[in-house]
């Protein structure tokens, strides 16, 4: 891979300016606050660098804010929390034009949302009209306040946190707001050896004190670089027939989108690129299908309520495919 780290950063003048190794470097700065889930940090670096966004759902009290902050303070970069609520505005978000009498015009107060990474903790607990809000930001990386488009920095990444649905006080989030998320993905228990960890009084003020590895310039050279991955015919003819046949698959009411294979092809490229290869194989395919394509796809209710889940009818839909041999 070419060198993808900016000359600027010192931290990033330390580590191994290829792909790779900068992608090896977040990751276990990141799992100084997690233990023990390098898969899940993985996840989150590979929606940042495909520009994407992240929805983590699981349980209180696993590490979802422990993430997304980690990840934040991992970068020097801006980043913004907001914890949603019932009574959360759209305003609260985008931000409002209040008027100024020294200068007889309206300013622009901006929201949180102006930030290169912005945490929407639980957005689930938060009215479907402010969730709505979110959808521009999201996929046009921009705002509209008083009928003026206003630009997102870049890069801009969402992580969303939110509780199972069955929990009190949660909404359901639209199937057109969960498109939007490149990677949909829970955090689980950590294993015993990390809790023994977590209970070591150390572990705190270890946790807490995460240094920046790169800046705002070395992601967005990262984020071109892979996009620069190889991805062959029979790659895009593999993706293309893997949401076919989630269109024709018996238990799958709603299929694919073709946003979910754009979204894909990226997120495999990154994926790729932090492996140290500059071209796409199908198991990059496989092992993302999974947290990107599942949360798009709706079952019959008849199937869903006899137990069967998104993951289940993915995963009959990957052993139906037929997997390209070779690059």
């Known amino acids: 891979m070419t060198d993808v780290s900016s000359s600027a950063h010192p931290a990033a003048n330390r580590t191994s300016r290829t792909f790779s190794g900068l992608f090896g470097s977040i990751a276990d700065n990141v799992e100084i606050a997690l233990r023990g889930k390098r898969g899940a940090i993985e996840l989150a670096l590979v929606a940042l660098l495909s520009d994407g966004h992240i929805l983590i759902e699981d349980i209180p009290g696993v590490g979802k804010t422990s993430l997304a902050k980690a990840l934040a303070a991992s970068i020097n970069c801006s ?23 020294t200068k007889e015009s309206f300013e622009f107060h901006p929201g949180p949302l102006f930030a290169n990474i912005v945490l929407a903790d639980e957005i689930n607990r938060a009215s ?10 999201m996929e046009e990386r921009q705002v509209s306040v ?3 488009a206003r630009p997102l920095p870049s890069p801009f990444l969402v992580i969303a946190t939110q509780n199972p649905m ?14 939007r998320f490149l990677i949909r993905m829970a955090i689980g228990y950590p294993d015993r050896e990390a809790q023994l960890d977590i209970l070591d009084p150390s572990f705190t003020a270890h946790s807490t004190d995460i240094t920046p590895i790169v800046d705002v310039a070395d992601i967005a050279i990262m984020i071109k670089a892979a996009a620069q991955v190889r991805m062959v ?8 027939d893997i949401a076919d046949a989630t269109r024709r698959h ?7 989108s073709p946003r979910a294979t754009v979204q894909m092809a990226r997120a495999a490229r990154t994926l790729a690129a932090s492996r140290g290869r500059d071209y796409v194989i199908p198991d990059d395919v496989k092992e993302l299908a999974l947290p990107v394509f599942a949360h798009r796809i709706n079952l019959r209710h008849d199937i869903a ?6 993951a289940d009818a993915m995963t009959e839909v990957l052993e139906s495919v037929p997997v390209p041999s070779g690059r």
């Open 79 to 101: 980043w913004k929390r907001v914890q949603f609520t019932p009574d959360l505005l759209p305003s609260d978000l985008i931000g409002v034009s209040v008027w100024s009498r």
């Open 166 to 179: 069955d929990h009190d006080g949660t909404h359901r989030l639209p199937e057109s707001q969960l498109d």
């Open 233 to 240: 015919d029979s790659i895009r003819h593999y993706l293309v």
């Open 146 to 148: 008083d009928g003026e």
């Open 128 to 137: 479907p009209k402010t969730q709505s809000a979110l959808l521009e930001a």
């Open 305 to 310: 309520a006899q137990g069967m889940t998104r």
């Open 250 to 256: 018996p238990a799958i009411a709603l299929g694919l």
